[in-house]
């Protein structure tokens, strides 16, 4: 069984899953409602969604969480490939 969450990585779950009904924009909500910098929020959720517990809590939304993550990657690695040689990094 894994770990369970922590009340802030359920908080970051939460919020990843209702943040369309904030207003204003979503770095403005992130600041507000969790007191965390964008930056940071992102790297947190981005490894939340990688851990069972998550997947075992909310597994609709770590799911879809996961395939928008993996299709961005794709879409990154595409648009690298079709890059000249001299523009790669």
């Known amino acids: ?5 922590t009340d ?9 899953g209702e943040w369309l009904r ?3 924009a979503k770095e403005q909500a992130i600041r507000s409602d969790l007191g965390l910098a ?6 947190l ?4 969604i990688d851990s069972p ?6 597994p609709m939304l770590v799911g879809r969480l996961r395939r928008l993550r993996d299709q961005q990657e794709r ?7 079709a890059l000249p040689a001299e523009f790669r990094g």
């Open 1 to 5: 069984m894994p770990e369970p969450l």
């Open 8 to 16: 802030d990585e359920r908080a970051i779950l939460a919020f990843e």
């Open 22 to 24: 904030h207003a204003g």
């Open 38 to 43: 964008p930056a940071r929020y992102y790297q």
């Open 45 to 48: 959720l981005g490894r939340l």
């Open 53 to 58: 517990a998550a997947l075992a809590h909310d």
């Open 75 to 81: 879409t990154r690695r595409a648009r690298e490939r």
